[in-house]
Nanobody
Framework: QVQLVESGGGLVQAGGSLRLSCSAS????????LAWFRQAPGKEREFVAR????????YYVNSVKGRFTISRDNAKNTVYLQMNSLKPEDTAVYYC????????????WGQGTQVTVSS
């Protein structure tokens, strides 16, 4: 089992920045990839970014490219999401998720952290 705990959410004005953290524990050696998803009120959960645990390869949804950066610190078992130039439409609950192999579903999820961007 892998446990994930997000932190770093909050209220920020449009144009501001936040850094989210996702701390992993348990069978972290089994993690292949960590990802961030978000869910706005009344909307479906959407993928935001992902990073492979070993190689650090990254991928982003188009709407956050150039504004968000995903990174990892293997020594701390932590993945980060640096969010710059935030927009009101980035308001959502942000979730961290992990899978154990390429193409496998994300089986492990955190509890989420709220990000609110005011205009």
């Amino acid at each position: 089992q892998v446990q994930l705990v997000e932190s770093g959410g909050g209220l920020v004005q449009a144009g501001g920045s936040l850094r989210l953290s996702c701390s992993a524990s348990g069978r972290t050696f089994s993690i292949y990839e960590l990802a961030w998803f978000r869910q706005a009120p009344g909307k479906e959960r959407e993928f935001v970014a992902r990073i492979t645990w070993s190689g650090g390869d990254t991928y982003y949804v188009n709407s956050v490219k150039g504004r968000f950066t995903i990174s990892r610190d293997n020594a701390k078992n932590t993945v980060y999401l640096q969010m710059n130039s935030l927009k009101p439409e980035d308001t959502a609950v942000y979730y961290c998720a992990a899978n154990t192999d390429w193409g496998k579903p994300y089986a492990y999820w955190g509890q989420g952290t709220q990000v609110t961007v005011s205009s």
